[in-house]
């Protein structure tokens, strides 16, 4: 299931980076995209070795042990969940402050009637 997401999720990043790009840009676009998949996979390997360092403190026994039967993954994943929840508070806020470039379409509709008139303006003063 998380595959599948993960998927959709990257194909979504990429149109993302490709539209909301100025038009000199789209390539840059397109590389921070794959920048992002890196980092991610950098930041996750960071969360699980911390993770693992403050929970054996203190001679505990921690949560991410060789032995799965007596890890407690069910406490890591929690953790992440939270985590995941206080990255989509974080997403909501930066969606409903992010000024999204127009679509392509909407311009050429708003663009119709005003090469109408400049058209119509030319013939006239000619």
Not at 32 to 59: A, Q, R
């Amino acid at each position: 299931m998380i595959g599948v997401a993960d998927c959709f999720l990257e194909v979504a990043k990429l149109e993302f980076f490709y539209d909301q790009a100025p038009e000199g840009m789209k390539s840059l676009g397109t590389a921070y995209y794959t920048s992002s998949i890196g980092i991610g996979y950098f930041i996750s390997s960071f969360i699980l070795s911390s993770v693992d360092k403050v929970t054996k403190m203190n001679g505990h026994k921690g949560w991410i042990l060789n032995n799965l039967n007596e890890s407690h993954l069910d406490y890591y994943y929690a953790f992440y969940a939270i985590l995941s929840f206080v990255n989509f508070l974080c997403f909501v806020v930066a969606a409903k402050n992010f000024d999204y470039n127009v679509e392509v379409n909407e311009n050429e509709q708003e663009l119709e009637p005003d090469i109408g008139n400049v058209a119509k303006q030319r013939y006239v003063v000619e």
